[in-house]
Structure formats: structure tokens, C-alpha cells
């Protein structure tokens, strides 16, 4: 960048929702494809943050390519793409096989978690290989819960609360950690590169389902002035109308209401709770401020859209025909967001970037 501006991307965490987010990136990538920039989003991005499939979404911007080439990045957006709408039928399929495999392997699993991470596992080794989060092309931040030493652990680039540096990750494990969603992972586990020791992590919704606050503090820990931050917070989409029933819930018991065959509704609340006040504390608190721009995407997913796993055909579709309804219903903020960063990128005056542009769901 060649302007003061800093530009800062957050994204919600959501499971199969992340598709939202990322296709909204795909229509910014589109308007400035059209006022002549092709950068790609590190380019654009001074800092990313996410929690969950938002953590992967920002990493794989954000990381080196494995093997490939300086300023290649891990994945583009139309990888990113991919893993949505074809690898994630294979992470979160329920084959009869794959039940009856990892029930004898592991005869209790009817109170274990959903899905064998091995094959996530396996994806993320590929795409980003043992690079450190040290590495990252641009400042990254990736949210998650050390579940034995009881902390929010944000991973990534920035320095601590303390001011000092952050201790550093496997980009892959991070990744790992950040999508570990109780009830459908089993907790991932971290080789801490600074400490050497192995520390295990869960999701970072559990605390961070819209990390925005976490991006913007971290950028403030960088000596980022209020006024030339813009943020781009990205939401995966809420289901208003995904009503639970009193009356089976009366009789769900501890463990029905984090049973990912009932929706994990626990879980569901929890996150999408968590979001919404998180959303709207921002805006109140930035509407205060003398800067930064905050600029929130966020809008409605059909009922049954709404499972964190849900990887069928047919949901795709909902999922695509969620994000085209939010693009659509955006497009002005995305030109005006395409128009602030072409003008800090060649060094002109920038719309007025102290006040608040919030896009309301």
C-alpha cells in the first residue's frame, strides 16, 4: 500500500457457511478486477483474522504456497472455492463404511465426535505444508481455545496483549485448531514452536464467532491509528426463521443438545448469539470513534442451510443462493469498499474513512 490506510479483513466463523464470505470476497475481487487492480488479497490486506472456516479462508490468503514461488500464496479464492463445494462432500461425508470402521475401531463412539479428522488433516499438511505462521505473507490471525492451560489463544503475527512477540505455529495445525468445533472434531493438537510443547485447541467461535474485535486490537497493537484502519467484516449468514422445539428439547438431555444429528443447537445458539452482539457492539463502539471505517456483510440463510456440516449438493445451492441475495443486497458498500482501497492504492485522497459504513444485514 502506498497510502496510510490499513486495511484489515475479519471473518466470522461458520462451518460450510464460510461459503458466504468467501464468494462476497470473490465479488470485491470482481469490482476491482474492473477498476484495472489484480492483486492478490495479501496484497490488499494489511492483517486477516478468522475463527473457524474464517481462520481457513484467511490463512490461505494469507500463507506462502508450500512449494511454490515468492509471493505465491496457499490457496486462491477459487481454490478456496473448491474445498467448499467438492473436498468438504468427502471431509463430511457419512458413509455407511466410515460408521462402521470407527466403530471398531472405537466401539463408544456414539458419544464421540462426528468426524475423524485425519483426512482434514491430511488436506491441510497438502496445502500449506510446515510452514510457520511467522511466515505469512501478510499479518494473519487465527482464533482458538487452549482447552488445558484455559485461554482464548490467538495465533498469528501480532504482538500479545503484553507487547511481546507471539509465540509461533505450524500454519496447518493452526488451522486445524481453528476449525476443531466441539462435538464435530475432536481437539486439535499444537506443537507451540516457541515454547516447545504441544498445547490442545478448540474452534475459536467458542469465544470469537465474529473475531472483528480481535482484528481490530490487533491492529492497534501495531500502532495502527484509529483513522486509517478500514475494516471489511465478513458474517456467514443466520437463520432467524431455524426455530427450536420446546418440546423436544424438553427431552434432549446434555448430550441431544450438542448432537451434530440434531444441528449441535448449543452450539448453533451459542456462536450465532455470540456473532450477532459482538456485530453490534462494533458498530456502536466505531459509530463513537473518530475512525475506523467498519464496513459489516452479513444477511440470512434458509433454515435448513444453516448445519455447520452440511456439505450436500443441495444445500450448495441454498449457500450460493444466500451469498448472491448478500452480494446483491451489498453491491453499493463493495463498490464504495473497491473505491477506498483503488485510492489508497495510487495514493489519492480516500472517501472519508473516520465514519462508520455499517451494511446492515
Known amino acids: ?89 468427502a471431509l463430511f461425508s457419512h458413509s455407511l463404511r466410515k460408521r462402521i470402521s470407527r466403530f471398531v475401531t472405537h466401539p463408544f463412539g456414539v458419544f464421540d465426535e462426528r468426524y475423524d479428522a485425519r483426512l482434514l488433516e491430511q488436506m491441510l499438511k497438502e496445502r500449506f505444508g510446515w510452514t510457520s505462521m511467522q511466515s505469512a505473507l501478510t499479518h494473519l490471525v487465527l482464533t482458538g481455545y487452549d482447552i488445558e492451560h484455559r485461554r482464548t489463544l490467538l495465533m498469528g503475527t501480532t504482538p500479545t496483549v503484553t507487547g511481546a512477540r507471539p509465540d509461533d505455529y505450524y500454519i496447518w495445525q493452526g488451522v486445524r485448531g481453528a476449525m476443531a468445533a466441539p462435538s464435530f472434531f475432536e481437539p486439535a493438537r499444537l506443537d507451540n514452536l516457541t515454547l516447545g510443547r504441544q498445547e490442545a485447541i478448540i474452534d475459536g467461535s467458542v469465544v470469537h464467532a465474529d473475531p472483528v474485535l480481535v482484528a481490530y486490537a490487533a491492529a492497534r497493537r501495531q500502532g495502527w491509528a484509529p483513522r486509517d484502519i478500514v475494516i471489511l467484516s465478513l458474517g456467514v449468514g443466520h437463520a432467524p426463521d431455524r426455530a427450536i422445539n420446546p418440546a423436544q428439547a424438553e427431552n434432549w438431555g446434555a448430550h441431544g443438545w450438542m448432537l451434530p444429528s440434531n444441528g449441535a443447537p448449543v452450539w448453533s445458539i451459542l456462536t450465532s448469539a455470540q456473532a450477532e452482539g459482538v456485530a453490534e457492539a462494533a458498530q456502536l463502539l466505531f459509530n463513537e470513534m473518530d475512525g475506523p471505517t467498519y464496513i ?24 450460493n443462493g444466500a451469498a448472491d441475495l448478500i452480494i446483491r443486497d451489498h453491491a453499493q458498500v463493495l463498490d464504495r469498499l473497491a473505491a477506498i482501497i483503488a485510492a489508497a492504492l495510487h495514493g489519492d485522497t480516500a472517501p472519508q474513512a473516520g465514519t462508520t459504513c455499517f451494511a446492515a444485514a
Not at 296 to 319: F, H, K, Q, S, Y
Request: a negative charge; hydrophobic letters at 45%; aromatic letters at 6%.
Open 296 to 319: 459489516r456483510i452479513d444477511g440470512t440463510v434458509p433454515a435448513e442451510a444453516e448445519d455447520w456440516d452440511n456439505a450436500r449438493p443441495g444445500n450448495l445451492l441454498l449457500l
Open 1 to 89: 500500500m502506498t497510502s496510510t490506510k490499513r486495511f484489515i479483513l475479519s471473518i466470522d466463523g461458520g462451518g460450510m457457511r464460510g461459503l458466504i464470505p468467501l464468494r462476497v470476497l470473490e465479488a470485491l475481487e470482481g469490482k476491482l478486477t474492473q477498476a484495472g487492480i489484480e492483486l492478490p488479497m495479501y496484497r490488499l490486506f494489511d492483517l486477516m483474522c478468522g475463527s473457524s472456516t474464517g481462520g481457513l479462508i484467511a490463512a490461505g490468503l494469507a500463507a506462502p504456497k508450500a512449494t511454490g514461488g515468492h509471493g505465491e500464496v496457499a490457496a486462491t479464492l477459487a481454490e478456496l472455492r473448491r474445498f467448499f463445494e467438492e473436498d468438504a462432500r
